[in-house]
C-alpha cells in the first residue's frame, strides 16, 4: 500500500515541477527574446523540465503496466488515459524543435561559441502551450482516478 502511495505521490509532484519548469522556461524564453533574459535561465528550466518527464513516465509506467494500480486492463479501456497519452505525445511533438535547439545551445555554449536566439518567441509560446497541456493531462487524471467514463 505505501509503494502505490509514494508512486501516486511522486506522480503528481513530478506534474507540478513539470508544470513550473516549462512555464518558468516559456518566461525565460520571452526574456530573452526581449533582450533582458540569459540563455543560462532558459536552460536550468528545461534541465527541471526534462528531469520531471523522465520521472513521470517512470512513475507512470509503474503505475499503470506494473502492478501497482488499476492494472493495464483498467487503463488501456480508460477513455481519460487514451486522452492523457494523446496529450502527452501533443507535448512531445511540440517539444522536438525546443529540444533541438536547447541541445545545439548547450554544445555551442560549451564551445565558447554565440547561440541563435531568433526562435526564443516561438519557443516562449510553445513552453506556455505544454504548460496547458500539462494541467489538461492532470485533469484527465483526476478523472481516471475517480473511475469517470463517458458513453
Do not use: C
Not at 520571452?30 to 512513475?59: F, P, Q
Not at 522536438?96 to 560549451?110: D, E, Q, Y
Request: charged share 15%; net charge positive.
Amino acid at each position: 500500500m505505501l509503494a502505490h502511495w509514494f508512486l501516486a505521490a511522486v506522480h503528481l509532484l513530478a506534474f507540478a515541477l513539470g508544470f513550473w519548469a516549462v512555464l518558468t522556461r516559456g518566461t525565460a524564453f520571452r526574456r530573452l527574446a526581449a533582450g533582458v533574459g540569459e540563455a543560462r535561465s532558459v536552460l536550468i528550466a528545461d534541465n527541471l523540465w526534462g528531469i520531471s518527464a523522465v520521472i513521470l513516465l517512470i512513475t507512470g509506467g509503474m503505475r499503470a503496466f506494473g502492478g501497482y494500480e488499476k492494472g493495464t486492463d483498467y487503463y488501456l479501456h480508460q477513455p481519460l488515459f487514451h486522452l492523457k497519452m494523446t496529450l502527452f505525445v501533443l507535448i512531445l511533438l511540440l517539444e522536438t524543435a525546443p529540444m533541438v535547439t536547447l541541445i545545439k545551445w548547450r554544445i555551442a555554449l560549451g564551445r565558447g561559441a554565440a547561440i541563435d536566439t531568433g526562435r526564443a518567441k516561438l519557443f516562449a509560446r510553445i513552453s506556455h502551450i505544454e504548460a496547458l497541456l500539462v494541467l489538461l493531462m492532470v485533469v484527465a487524471a483526476t478523472g481516471m482516478a475517480r473511475g469517470v467514463t463517458f458513453g
